[in-house]
């Protein structure tokens, strides 16, 4: 990694946070306080820790999963659609099959949160390859049909009757994975931080090295760079669309094992705070690099559980700040250019940059982006 | 079905029709010149959120609207010099754009309304008049005139933008360098200000899009009121094949599909004799722009440049 | 007019384009700049047409001097210029394409009836005949060309720069073309050709310039000098224009294609036999390059009529990575596209399309990329074919066009192939790659690869070539003895007269 590599991510949340400032200016409250807040309260223990940690889990995934599609060329916006249909397969699972011992029916349930994620971000990698509609658009309208799905088989069919939250039935009692705090002294088994983030870290290893240590990894990456030149290496464009969509599905849909097995023990709807949109940002701001992925999901963690005492200690700032800082991060991110300029005093550099195996940025066209 | 197909179903699909219709048109200009326009989502709800709450403020909708427009184009103009100065990948910047308008609209409605995200609603005299209400005609004819100023000006604004893309130097200009920048650079032609220009416009006409969404068809803004209509214009637009007339029949033809399943609701049962579940019928303007995009993006041709930055030096 | 370039110097990021030039084009001749690859000479047309601005020196119209800070200032006044690669907006009329800048009516309201009647006028009297309400896409290459020829004189363009003017011509439209610019010479206006062809500078110019590594070696009038010393002052060395190579010792037949159609391709029947180079000339665009991507495998099958056989077996159900598995390697005419994977170090780039086998991949299923392995033969690549800078680290944008090619021709010629397709393999190349290039390709032949070479440069596919097709509207117009047939054969072959 060079300089580079982490001096933008970090100059682009320093001008997010400085046009952050301005906005909570204008509105009226200090950005002082307001910043003080939402950094300040993650830092405590246990329970500052151990909820930054908890919502960096799912981030990490999303994270992920936008960072293995970019890599192949594609924009995964549907990873909110993803989660939503594998964390309702899990809680299936897991309803369905309660009677199995532990050490089936967690893998089990595992098992159908990656293939349900996998099979709902196949659609529109199948879209895209069959007929050429741009993945965007089609993630999107997924989402929308997913929340209405899944909506209308928890109303419909698998909420208990009486119950007058949008919910599931609870999953079988070997179905539920360990909380942290069973094992970690000092940290109280209430808060929600359970085994799915060891696992986030290990996933966030498994695409390191599927990424750069495997032959699949270099046709992902060799179709996200340059698609005709895959194509003339004599790799199939239109199964790698496909088999990338589906890997970051998968990625997302494992957002369901945080989810219902380590945490509700049931589907709960509604219960993404926009997970599928802030895996953007960090994927982008970890220059869709793994490591850089977790860190930049727990920095978004850190600002997710900072804006509740935000929402409750400011006047007039609600929470909606995190996701404005998180857009603004994505828009710098994306300008990566003013850096570039400011770097190099006024002139882009010569051509020799990056170290093998460069990661695509924000920057101009993404090779399979089509037009749209 | 005859409790479908009646009349109002055609003043609902107008109605329907009209955001999607402003927001496509407004793509059309900024995706001619070449920069691909993900953003026309958020710039609806920037539209939509200052309409709402300078109309509240001002009590007059047309006060509101022109602040929509403008909106629109201060916020089409950051995505502009995202895109065109700093040549960021566009789809990324408008979906950074979006996510700010489903945040933005939240914090300043709660600093200004104390809501948690919605405007105050506006008094229905204060909203965007029908054009019954601004010309006064004979009552056997009153029934046609049960629609929008906004939509009749919509149906202007095709106009317009179908002369001034093909009958003017200006739309010469913007086609030329949507397909050839470079041509058009050796042509003396400034690609970079045309290319600004089409992208404000978007912004404008997106805005006016949202504006009629908070205080047209309704009265007031709620989070995220346009729940996806900015990527179905967008999808309305490559079906429409990026030209005017072609895409308002595109949005027409989303507006008629919208139109049909409202009044499905309630009407149509299924076979067990309930009501379709609310949820199915939400589905299916999604799955229509789905299974419109995957049947006609092959007969679309792009304009040539599009979503390519121009690198002069590169 | 008369233009002139005073110590002009451009620098992009660390490489210097034009150092200190001093060019002097006199009113009412034609002037040839002439240099490799990479010479400079485009770019310093480019400051002076405004595309780009110099770092310093002057530019002198008329002995004065002028700003030209962008196309808009150098049109103004009377400097026209196309381009290589034309600058048409395709989509669009001729009409629309000539007047695009420079419209005539209101800013309210074209009047494109009044251009046409202007462009006919001009088209009339310097002989470019052209419809003016043809979509260009539908135009043949030379009427493109004459298009952007009155693009430049509708805006009463007195100077007129012509970058690589003939690339795209066969012989016979090089005469009508240099015809056209002496009726222009003799109206009074000033022609700049930027070319690398030795032998029409000769034949058309007035006064040559040449250039080397971004500075001016030589003006001379063209009566008073010839090829060889123009080659030595291009290059700076003794230039040998002429490859040497050895009788072919041809084998049986490895390649046979049979009444092969697709897309522009239109029935074309030959085989390639072992140890020998079959060249196809031709002008861009009449199918050569669906010709070799078909061979490669790359174009949809569905669209592929007739038949490919290898060796004895029917190629048309393999797909493109199996036949890089039989032998089949592919040297493709545009290495950025196809190519190369510009961000991905030289090591990577070394193993695409050998990348899941080993030894670049290893372990169970061959899954993993064995990064030992893969260096190792990159370094080897890099060492036999001469890849500068030598290091496998880099990303191949970092390279030189000749040096990514002969990453390119290393990887392919290393898997050893048994057939070798090559599309345009100097493209872009400065001329000490090139010798490179052609010595290595002729070793490949004479080792026994079959060798099927496509070239738009006559003189490299008459060279290498042990027997030479001519491909005209996707049919093989004829086949000539490449070291017996004239330059006027060949034309007349690629224009689609009979032989």
Not at chain 1, 202 to 210: D, E, M, S, T
Not at chain 3, 96 to 104: D, K, R
Not at chain 3, 235 to 254: M, Q, T, Y
Request: with cysteine; aromatic share 8%; net charge neutral.
């Amino acid at each position: 990694m060079k300089l580079r590599d982490l001096l933008f991510p970090l100059m682009a949340v320093v001008c997010a946070f400085a046009v952050g400032a301005v906005v909570v200016l204008i509105i009226g409250d200090s950005p002082l306080q307001v910043f003080s807040l939402l950094l300040g309260s993650a830092l405590s223990w246990p329970d500052g820790i151990g909820y930054t940690l908890f919502f960096a889990t799912p981030l990490i995934f999303t994270g992920l999963a936008v960072a293995v599609a970019l890599h192949g060329g594609l924009l995964n916006i549907g990873a909110e659609g993803q989660l939503y249909v594998a964390a309702f397969a899990t809680a299936w699972v897991g309803i369905t099959f309660a009677g199995l011992p532990s050490l089936l029916l967690v893998p089990l349930c595992c098992l159908a949160a990656v293939l349900a994620g996998a099979a709902w971000a196949a659609i529109p990698g199948v879209l895209k390859a069959r007929f050429g509609s741009h993945e965007v658009i089609n993630t999107i309208m997924l989402n929308f049909i997913a929340v209405a799905l899944v909506g209308y088989l928890t109303q419909y069919h698998y909420r208990i009757p009486g119950d007058p939250i949008m919910e599931s039935a609870p999953i079988g009692d070997t179905a539920q994975i360990a909380r942290l705090g069973s094992v970690i002294p000092g940290l109280p088994e209430r808060i929600p931080l359970n085994v799915a983030f060891l696992l986030a870290l290990l996933a966030a290893w498994c695409v390191y090295v599927l990424l750069w240590k495997t032959t699949w990894g270099y046709e992902i990456r060799a179709t996200g760079q340059n698609p005709a030149a895959a194509e003339y290496g004599g790799i199939s464009i239109r199964r790698q669309m496909v088999l990338t969509m589906a890997i970051s599905g998968g990625l997302a849909g494992m957002v369901g094992i945080n989810e219902v097995l380590g945490y509700r023990y049931r589907y709960y709807d509604g219960f993404s705070d926009n997970y599928g949109f802030t895996g953007i940002a960090v994927a982008l701001l970890g220059r869709n690099h793994p490591a850089g992925v977790v860190l930049a999901a727990l920095l978004f963690a850190v600002l997710q559980r900072g804006g509740v005492p935000v929402d409750a200690f400011t006047q007039l700032v609600s929470k909606d700040i995190v996701q404005i800082l998180q857009a603004l991060v994505i828009l710098f991110v994306a300008a990566e250019a003013m850096f570039q300029w400011k770097w190099a005093g006024g002139r882009r550099q010569g051509t020799a940059s990056g170290s093998a195996g460069a990661v695509p940025s924000a920057q101009a066209g993404t090779a399979t982006v089509g037009k749209i | 079905m005859r409790d479908i197909f009646t009349i109002s179903l055609v003043f609902s699909t107008i109605r329907l029709a009209t955001p999607l219709v402003w927001a496509a048109i407004g793509g059309l200009y900024s995706e001619r010149s070449g920069v691909i326009n993900i953003a026309l989502e958020g710039l609806m709800l920037a539209g939509a959120f200052t309409a709402a709450a300078v109309t509240f403020y001002a009590h007059s909708p047309w006060v509101g609207l022109g602040a929509a427009g403008l909106a629109g184009a201060l916020v089409a103009s950051v995505l502009a010099i995202v895109c065109i100065r700093f040549k960021a990948n566009e789809v990324v910047a408008g979906t950074g754009i979006n996510i700010l308008f489903l945040g933005l609209p939240g914090v300043l409605s709660g600093a200004l309304f104390l809501s948690s995200g919605s405007t105050p609603q506006v008094p229905q005299e204060q909203l965007l008049p029908t054009l019954a209400q601004l010309v006064p005609v004979a009552p056997q004819w009153r029934i046609f005139t049960n629609v929008s100023a906004i939509s009749m000006l919509a149906l202007f604004i095709v106009g317009c933008t179908w002369y001034v893309l093909y009958r003017t130097p200006f739309g010469l200009r913007l086609r030329s360098v949507g397909e050839n920048p470079e041509a058009a650079d050796a042509a003396g032609i400034r690609v970079e200000r045309i290319r600004y220009a089409g992208v404000v416009l978007s912004g404008v006409l997106a805005g006016i899009g949202g504006a009629y969404l908070s205080i047209g068809q309704s009265s007031l803004f709620t989070r995220n009121m346009t729940a996806g209509r900015g990527f179905i214009a967008l999808a309305a637009l490559i079906f429409g094949k990026w030209r005017p007339v072609q895409t308002m029949l595109a949005c027409l033809l989303f507006g008629f599909a919208d139109a049909v399943t409202i009044q499905m609701q309630g009407v149509v049962k299924m076979p067990s004799g309930d009501d379709v579940p609310v949820q199915f019928i939400q589905m299916i303007p999604y799955l229509v722009t789905i299974v419109v995009l995957a049947g006609f993006i092959g007969q679309s041709r792009a304009p040539g440049a599009l979503g390519v930055p121009y690198d002069k030096e590169a | 007019m008369k233009l002139e370039l005073r110590n002009v110097t451009k620098r992009f990021g660390a490489v210097l384009a034009n150092d200190h030039l001093n060019i002097t084009v006199d009113s009412g001749t034609i002037h040839a700049i002439v240099g490799e690859n990479g010479a400079g000479k485009s770019t310093a047309m480019r400051i002076a047409y405004g595309f780009y601005t110099a770092d310093s020196g002057e530019i002198l119209v008329d002995d004065a001097v002028r700003e030209i800070r962008a196309p808009r200032d150098a049109i103004a006044l009377g400097i026209g210029m196309v381009h290589q690669h034309f600058m048409l907006v395709r989509p669009m009329t001729v009409t629309e394409n000539i007047v695009l800048g420079a419209e005539p009516g209101s800013a309210v309201a074209l009047d494109l009836r009044k251009a046409a009647a202007a462009i006919r006028g001009l088209s009339e009297e310097f002989r470019l005949t052209v419809d003016p309400d043809a979509i260009v896409e539908t135009l043949s290459v030379g009427q493109q060309q004459r298009v952007e020829l009155l693009k430049a004189l509708y805006r009463r363009a007195e100077l007129l720069i012509l970058d690589e003017p003939t690339a795209v011509l066969t012989p016979q439209e090089v005469e009508e073309f240099f015809s056209i610019l002496r009726r222009m010479r003799s109206q009074g206006k000033t022609v700049v050709i930027i070319t690398h062809k030795l032998s029409e500078v000769l034949a058309i110019s007035d006064r040559v310039t040449v250039m080397r590594d971004g500075r001016v070696v030589g003006s001379v009038k063209t009566r008073d000098t010839n090829a060889a010393e123009l080659a030595r002052l291009m290059v700076g060395r003794e230039v040998l224009l002429r490859v040497e190579k050895s009788p072919a010792k041809p084998g049986p037949d490895v390649l046979t294609v049979r009444n092969l159609s697709v897309q522009r391709v239109n029935g074309v029947s030959f085989a390639v036999r072992a140890g020998e180079i079959v060249g196809i000339a031709g002008v861009e665009g009449n199918g050569q390059t669906e010709l070799i991507e078909a061979l490669a495998g790359l174009l949809p099958e569905r669209q592929v009529t007739g038949t490919i056989s290898f060796g004895g077996r029917d190629l048309r159900a393999v797909d493109a990575r199996r036949r890089r598995e039989i032998g089949i390697a592919h040297v493709p005419e545009d290495r950025h596209r196809r190519g190369l994977l510009l961000e991905f170090s030289l090591s990577e780039n070394s193993i695409l399309g050998v990348h899941y086998r080993p030894p670049a991949a290893s372990g169970v299923g061959a899954m993993l990329l064995d990064k030992k392995a893969i260096d190792r033969r990159a370094e080897f690549v890099i060492r036999e074919f001469d890849v500068r800078p030598p290091n496998p680290a880099l990303p191949a944008r970092a390279l030189s066009g000749g040096n990514q090619q002969k990453l390119i021709i290393g990887r392919e010629f290393e898997l050893p192939p048994v057939l070798l397709l090559i599309a345009q393999p100097t493209r872009g190349v400065d001329i000490g790659a090139i010798e490179f290039i052609h010595r290595k390709i002729i070793a490949m032949r004479d080792a026994g690869c079959a060798v099927l070479l496509v070239s738009a440069e006559l003189e490299e596919v008459t060279a290498l070539a042990d027997r030479l097709l001519v491909l005209h509207n996707g049919r093989i117009a004829g086949e000539v003895d490449p070291s017996l047939a004239t330059a006027e054969e060949i034309g007349l072959l690629m224009t689609g007269g009979r032989h």
